[in-house]
């Protein structure tokens, strides 16, 4: 009888908690995978998505072999050939490429579908092979950046407070996030809060799952939370609680930014936000005499035109209560600055500089004909479901002069445009370092079984690339386990003790850093050493010198025109992004795509609750059933995200209405800014 085997792994999908997991494995076949019970975060638990994982590497169509496409681009008709046909097809086109039009004309795209340091979101092995060939840059903006530079212009970094604390907070705001969708793990924390007394808020435009289960919930207008952060704070100045002593040693303009503060009475925040003025006043003077308060913000509200000043603006709270003296207090947004892993971009590898093409400007780049893209490489990625502006995208990807290589594990709706189509691993087939995003360790992930069919890892595809290509340097070339090696070569403090040999034998170790990690106790690492309510870094990059508010498109619209209800797309309870959202199980429990829709704004347009709508604007509709619901505010509907088109009615989904256009800093994506209408499909 044979003996399962323990292996141990991480979650590779983008989401804070990179729960750290067993795959237990029987004659060399993963039979069960369960969350880590020894790991301090995961607590041995998966969500509802990762549960299905193990069946989803065996899916019915997972692709396994390389394909060339046969049909128009679009139809998604391929056929099998060999990787050694692959690659030289690849080799071929990319060495004429570049004659003819230079590096620049590769586009390497890469998403998010993995956040491995060595498999994935780093590009810590694709970027040396494109910096030798001299491709374009790719600027990775799609998911976190507006609300990580706010926070650095406030704290020097987008860092903050250690998840795990949460349990010491006495009152706790999630703030435009649903913790019980997108990284339950931080519930544990919350619910032990709430045992010793805390008091929880959710604010957040829907009455999501996470809402109900607050003690209160805030429906506030999207694209207003900058506002609202105001008007809290100038009732803590009405009670008189600031912590004059925090201000006067370890903020920088307190002067200019209560000025400011002054200037967002309850009154006025609650015409701009959409709340009474009685709520706001009550959780100021709950803010006001709770320490420590704790902050949950996360990606989905900087989504946005106001997006990046919203973070900074919230990050100022802190500042002005003190909170960052005590564990629990503070504001929690991306861990992984702590995580000083040495990412080698390899610069030294280009000939010359290149170009940076941005990630939420698709088809903006493809249409470029003075500059051409004549090679798109897409992995981890699947950009027609993905990214904005979906009927520019297609078009964009429809052209014949466009060589379009996608390294992918299932038939995607990007998959359809592809010319090549590389078999992918998945993340029991592979090796990979992760840190957490959303909490304070290191991972690492043993592949537990061997890949199916012709599958390839994404490092192995660029090894096998770079040989085809005839290339000679040596970094092309370096193993997976090499690769961690130099990734874990630092003499930072945090990562003090982590060894890959540890990391293998015990799957997890947290960072060297205090526990309860209290951060910005020696300082922040702003240019003043303090946290800067006023910035000069930020005025120099056109933005407002003091901390404040800028409204997004939808709130700063009086007259909406044509198109006057404000969309949000919310992450999905079943996929993740777009992945699983071809699991048959999933897809049942998700339903059909639904439009949530408050019953005046249904009754207004003489739609009932099941009809068959379809979402609007200028830019493109997709097609969904309404459902009449209480959780959203008149002239507010919401569809979740992450629907393939293909496998929606009508051809397309959400991001068909949502603009190429950019947030307020570091051209931060705005999905939750966009303007519809709706009718009967």
């Known amino acids: 009888m044979s003996r399962e085997l323990r292996v141990l792994g991480a979650c590779p999908l983008d989401c804070p908690d990179t729960c750290s997991w067993v795959v237990g494995v029987e004659d060399g076949k993963a039979v069960s995978m369960r969350g880590n019970p020894e790991h301090p975060f ?10 299905r994982y193990l069946e989803h590497t065996r899916a019915d169509d997972r692709i396994l072999h390389p394909l060339r496409r046969v049909g128009p681009k679009g139809s998604g008709r391929f056929e099998r050939i060999t990787w050694d046909q692959a690659l030289d097809e690849i080799a071929t086109r990319l060495t004429a490429i570049i004659e003819e039009y230079g590096g620049e004309a590769i586009w390497p795209y890469q998403g998010t579908g993995t956040l491995g340091y060595i498999q994935g979101e780093s590009g810590y092995a694709g970027r040396r092979l494109w910096n030798v060939l001299g491709a374009s840059r790719h600027d990775l903006n799609i998911c976190a950046r507006a609300g990580a530079m706010g926070l650095t212009y406030t704290n020097g970094t987008s860092g903050g407070m250690d998840p795990e604390t949460f349990a010491r907070s006495r009152l706790i705001l999630l703030w435009g996030t649903n913790t019980l969708t997108s990284g339950h793990h931080l519930w544990k924390f919350v619910q032990d809060a709430r045992k010793a007394g805390a008091h929880v808020v959710c604010i957040d435009p829907i009455r999501t799952r996470t809402a109900d289960q607050a003690d209160e919930h805030l429906p506030i207008r999207p694209g207003t939370d900058a506002a609202l952060a105001l008007g809290l704070l100038n009732v803590v100045l009405e009670e008189g609680a600031e912590d004059r002593d925090y201000l006067a040693n370890h903020t920088l303009g307190w002067d200019e930014f209560q000025q400011e503060i002054l200037r967002y009475p309850p009154a006025r925040v609650a015409e701009i936000t959409g709340l009474s003025e009685e709520s706001i006043r009550a959780l100021g003077v709950r803010l006001a005499h709770t320490r420590p308060t704790g902050i949950r913000a996360t990606m989905g509200m900087q989504r946005h035109e106001g997006g990046g000043t919203a973070l900074r603006t919230i990050a100022c709270i802190p500042g002005v209560t003190g909170d960052w003296r005590h564990p629990g207090g503070g504001v929690s947004y991306d861990t992984s600055p702590y995580a000083p892993l040495n990412v080698q971009p390899r610069y030294d590898l280009l000939d010359q500089p290149v170009r940076k093409l941005t990630m939420t400007r698709l088809a903006e780049g493809l249409e470029d004909t003075g500059n051409p893209v004549k090679c798109l490489w897409v992995y981890a990625a699947n950009p027609l479901t993905s990214t904005p502006d979906q009927n520019r995208i297609r078009r964009a990807l429809a052209r014949e002069d466009l060589f379009t290589v996608v390294m992918e594990q299932f038939p995607t709706d990007t998959v359809d445009y592809a010319d090549l189509v590389l078999p992918a691993t998945m993340q029991i087939e592979h090796a990979d370092l992760h840190a957490g995003y959303g909490h304070l360790y290191l991972l690492w992930n043993e592949p537990a079984v061997a890949p199916p069919g012709e599958c390839l890892s994404t490092t192995e595809t660029f090894r096998r690339v770079a040989a085809r290509l ?33 990391l293998r034998k015990e799957g997890w170790v947290r960072l060297n850093v205090a526990d309860p990690f209290v951060p910005f106790t020696d300082g922040f690492p702003t240019p003043s050493g303090k946290l800067e309510f006023v910035s000069a870094r930020a005025a120099a990059m056109g933005h407002g010198r003091v901390a404040g508010y800028v409204p997004s498109m939808v709130s700063r619209t009086a007259s909406r025109g044509p198109y006057p209800l404000a969309l949000i797309t919310p992450a999905s309870h079943t996929f993740l992004n777009t992945i699983f959202a071809n699991n048959p199980e999933l897809l049942r429990r998700a339903k059909g795509p639904r439009v949530l829709v408050n019953e005046a704004d249904a009754v207004s347009r003489g739609l009932v609750d099941g009809q068959r709508i379809k979402v609007f604007n200028a830019g493109g509709e997709f097609v969904a059933d309404l459902e009449v619901s209480d959780r959203v505010q008149p002239g507010v509907i919401a569809s979740a995200k992450g629907r393939w088109s293909k496998l929606s009615a009508g051809g397309t989904s959400v991001n068909a209405v949502v603009e190429e256009r950019d947030a307020d800093m570091a051209k931060g994506a705005v999905f939750h800014d966009n303007l519809v209408e709706i009718a009967p499909a």
């Open 42 to 51: 995961t607590r041995g638990a998966l969500c509802v998505k990762v549960n």
């Open 470 to 502: 005839g290339l000679d340097e040596p970094a092309l070339y370096d193993s997976d386990l090499e690769l961690a090696e130099q990734l874990l070569t630092s003499d930072h403090p945090s990562l003090d003790g982590v060894t890959l040999d540890r």
